[in-house]
């Protein structure tokens, strides 16, 4: 009968040790009875090796030696309109469009006292956006104190050093009509819109919160056309930020910051390096992928120095930066759709990859680990997307 019983306790005993060593420590507080259990660490995820080629073409800038160009001809006073770039001051070294006005109603003349300060400032801020102009992959963790910072002095909150703890991104995307997201979108704590982007009429779908509109400097270049350079689809109070399509949409900045009440803010030109970078990437990702054409021919497909990531790729980022959660609505398409919920376009931008930014959004989804050029140091928040090309996920709750 003992022996019968040997391999029985033995049995128990190894689920005792088991047990104990499952089981760290047992504590009494406060009169009852508490557990506390060894939990294995978290397992952090390895970054993936990156193709070294796909890397080095996309830190290539096609159109950097026009650019540079561009902007020395600017700083010596040289206006004059070529293909893609139209400022407010005509053709000519010395015209100057009078149908743009400063805050005060009064035309501005390229002689005047009034120019020259213009112009000197002008000078100013093109070389230093000039020089900083280059990569540097810590500029994600820059975001609160360059951008939120600004924003929440703005609303009284001065001092300010935290992230939101929810920001919503709200695309452009026809998908959006009849979706019904409006109350959930202005549930988050912080709402960015893109491209002055109107919300009247359509806040069932889209919301009627603003903390944050995000456009290109094409949209301040058209704004700086009306009375008073008025840019402000959702109120005189909304902060906006611009990164620079143009070097010489800095005139239309310089003319228009003087008549905002809200922040008028400028992106680092680092981030926009940055941004430019990941979006190539994907893109010449997905070009090697679907074409099976060697990395050097991806130029000619997706019009060279004109390529450039959308102002919806670039508002993600910064929410990435500022926020504790993301929540991406309005990205994406459909045939049944038209390209913007607000305009009857219906083509895309050829100068823009959609699709590369897509694979981009799912990473961010997925595999934030995966993206790259963005420092170790900075942690991906959890992003959802809600609607995006027929991909989504399990929308945020406010």
């Known amino acids: 009968m003992k022996r019968t019983l040997r391999p029985l306790y033995s049995i128990l005993l190894l689920l005792v040790v088991a047990a104990t060593l499952t089981i760290r420590v047992v504590l009494y507080q406060n009169g009852s009875l508490q557990l506390k259990y060894e939990i294995p660490p978290a397992q952090t995820p390895q970054k993936p090796v990156f193709n070294e080629t796909l890397l080095k073409y996309a830190a290539v800038d096609i159109g950097e030696p026009r650019l540079k160009q561009e902007i020395e001809e600017l700083l010596e006073g ?27 109603g009064t035309p501005l003349q390229l002689r005047s006292p009034e120019f020259y300060r213009l112009w000197l400032s002008f000078r100013r801020y093109l070389g230093d956006w000039s020089r900083n102009r280059r990569f540097y992959s810590d500029v994600m963790l820059d975001l609160v104190n360059e951008v939120k910072a600004l924003v929440d002095e703005h609303n009284g909150k001065k001092g300010s050093r935290g992230k939101y703890k929810s920001c919503a991104v709200v695309g452009n995307s026809g998908i959006l009509l009849k979706s019904d997201y409006g109350k959930m979108i202005d549930s988050h704590e912080a709402v960015i819109r893109l491209n002055n982007a109107r919300t009247t009429n359509f806040e069932r779908n889209v919301g009627a919160k603003t903390s944050i509109s995000f456009v290109n400097s094409n949209i301040l270049h058209l704004c700086a056309r009306r009375e008073g350079c008025f840019c402000h689809p959702y109120g005189g109070n909304v902060p906006i930020i611009m990164y620079i399509c143009q070097p010489a949409h800095f005139l239309d900045y310089l003319v228009c910051n003087s008549s905002q009440k809200a922040p008028l803010i400028v992106t680092n030109p680092r981030f926009d390096v940055l941004c430019a970078r990941i979006v190539k990437y994907y893109s010449l990702t997905r070009f090697v992928k679907q074409t099976g054409k060697d990395v050097s021919e991806w130029g000619p497909s997706h019009e060279g120095a004109n390529f450039h990531y959308s102002s919806g790729m670039q508002a993600v980022m910064l929410a990435l930066g500022v926020c504790e959660k993301v929540s991406v609505f309005g990205f994406g398409k459909s045939k049944l759709a038209r390209h913007h919920y607000h305009t009857n376009q219906k083509a895309e931008l050829s100068l823009h ?6 694979d981009f959004y799912q990473d961010l989804m997925e595999r934030p680990q995966a993206i790259p050029f963005v420092s170790d140091k900075f942690k991906f928040p959890p992003v959802i997307i809600t609607v995006c090309g027929g991909r989504s996920n399990k929308p945020l709750e406010g």
């Not at 206006?79 to 139209?86: K, L, P």
């Not at 990859?353 to 897509?358: F, G, K, L, N, P």
Request: charged content about 35%; overall charge positive.
């Open 353 to 358: 990859d959609y699709e590369a930014e897509y």
């Open 78 to 104: 040289n206006f004059r309109t070529r293909g893609r770039q139209r400022s407010f001051l005509s053709s000519g070294k010395y015209h100057i469009d009078v149908r743009l006005r400063p805050a005060r």
